[in-house]
């Protein structure tokens, strides 16, 4: 006697049980009891709209279906892995609940549909909470950034002292990478929110649904345009896990920062305890291990990316089973990505950086040199002829192991006699700094106003300064 199932009118043998551990996806997609259970709600309650089933029939499938939801949820439901999956768990489960009008469940559409409009649901929800995180995090960026907008530091370029710039300003940048994240996530969710139920198996359903009004009931502003894309299409899946590799890269850029910083060489940074860890031989380190985590995991998530970017490309129309590796590769992704940016959030709003220690560094590495080059144009002076005079300088400089400040008039007057005592106010750094009045730059007034933008942007995403 073949075992009842849910293809076995056909089958005349029972599937082998390697064959059924293999092919069995419960363990991952039960996390997805409360979308697809959502989702089977709406359509329920779309049949009976139009018709399709009795209205007292729709009733007693929703009781049945919210049951099986508090028994999950009170940890008494039991899962089964001959059952396949999440879909199959829960409406055996209501069937065992409410008997036979709990097999009209299915009517007008397929798995394919279902995990679809499932899979959607849940993307969009954790896109929403990766959203939150990165606001909470640009505003502890902020908040250091208030604190630091007249901390003066080297910026680097090949990671070699170039320019002086400000605290703020640096920080600042890694504020606008986030808002382009969380930019991209808004846009993200165009396409993420569009309903596939009604496509079916691939081909659409006989049956006079309604994909409109399941649509809005999930609070999505689109239907599927093709049912055979409706079911195969994970591109929203792909550019969501982009959006995650971007935050990752970014979060990794920003922890390579603070690695270096926190080092003494640097000295620029003192990390929290809570946030470090020490060594089980050598007593006095403490090791920025949160941070190099968080670049270490950057490539995990960038790893689940390609992962499935190599599973769909060379899938041919419609469904196929291969389909269901999309999600382990999207979980261990929104765990990663929700992990690192609560945890890099916390460890930023307590991480002190030593002003004193960043203004002394500026002073190694000529970094007023184009100060000095802008200064001799301002006299006159073609700009590629003052960069060679600049770097005359500098080298002259160098031979004696003193800065551009430290050469007397007369020494810098050897380089051009243009040179006159003004020269000094030029080369001081925070005057430097304070020039860089333009756009975007790092002066003291530019920094203040990109401050004043971010406070903007965060009011209208709901989340002033805390």
């Not at 691939?202 to 309604?210: F, K, S």
């Not at 239907?223 to 994970?234: C, E, I, L, P, T």
């Not at 910083?261 to 640097?266: E, G, L």
């Not at 304070?434 to 002066?443: D, N, P, Q």
Request: charged residues 25%; hydrophobic residues 40%.
């Amino acid at each position: 006697m073949v075992k009842p199932g849910m293809w076995n009118g056909r089958f005349s043998t029972r599937t082998a049980e390697s064959v059924q551990d293999f092919t069995e996806s419960v363990e991952i997609d039960r996390h997805f009891y409360r979308q697809d259970i959502l989702c089977s709600k709406v359509h329920v309650s779309m049949l009976a709209r139009q018709g399709i089933i009795d209205s007292r029939e729709a009733e007693q499938i929703i009781e049945g279906l919210e049951h099986v939801q508090a028994e999950i949820e009170q940890g008494r439901f039991t899962w089964r892995g001959d059952l396949e999956d999440v879909h199959m768990n829960i409406e055996h489960r209501l069937t065992e609940i409410i008997g036979p009008v709990g097999q009209k469940l299915h009517t007008a559409r397929s798995r394919n549909d279902q995990v679809a409009a499932d899979f959607r649901v849940f993307v969009s929800e954790r896109l929403a909470e990766w959203d939150q995180l990165l606001v909470g995090f640009i505003q502890v960026l902020k908040q250091q950034a208030d604190r630091h907008q007249r901390t003066i530091l080297p910026g680097y370029t090949h990671l070699q002292p170039a320019q002086p710039v400000t605290l703020a300003h640096h920080l600042l940048a890694y504020v606008q990478m986030a808002i382009r994240d969380s930019n991209r996530l808004t846009d993200c969710q165009k396409r993420i929110q569009v309903s596939p139920l009604g496509a079916a198996a691939l081909g659409g359903t006989t049956y006079e649904t309604d994909p409109e009004y399941i649509a809005e009931q999930l609070g999505f502003p689109a239907v599927f345009q093709n049912s055979m894309d409706a079911v195969s299409d994970r591109d929203f899946v792909l550019e969501a896990m982009f959006c995650s590799g971007l935050i990752m890269t970014h979060l990794s850029r920003l922890c390579e920062e603070l690695i270096l910083w926190a080092n003494p060489s640097f000295g620029f940074v003192r990390l929290p305890e809570a946030y470090a860890t020490g060594s089980s031989i050598m007593p006095q380190k403490k090791n920025p291990d949160t941070a190099e985590l968080v670049r270490g995991k950057a490539g995990r998530v960038l790893g689940d990316l390609v992962s499935l970017f190599v599973t769909l490309k060379a899938l041919p129309l419609a469904y196929n089973r291969d389909l269901q590796e999309d999600k382990p590769c999207f979980l261990d992704a929104d765990k990663t990505v929700s992990d690192c940016l609560y945890i890099i959030t916390g460890m930023l709003e307590l991480t002190e950086f030593d002003s004193e220690r960043m203004r002394q560094a500026t002073t190694a590495g000529y970094l007023n040199a184009t100060e000095l080059a802008d200064y001799l144009v301002n006299l006159g002076i073609p700009f590629r002829q003052a960069h060679h005079i600049a770097g005359q300088a500098v080298a002259f400089a160098e031979g004696k192991q003193v800065g551009l400040e430290g050469l007397t008039l007369e020494e810098l007057q050897h380089f051009s006699p243009l040179i006159t005592e003004e020269v000094y106010s030029v080369l001081d750094y925070e005057s430097a700094v304070a020039r860089r009045k333009t756009l975007g730059g790092t002066g003291f007034d530019s920094v203040a106003h990109q401050l004043d933008k971010v406070a903007q942007w965060l009011a209208q995403k709901g989340r002033g300064s805390v």
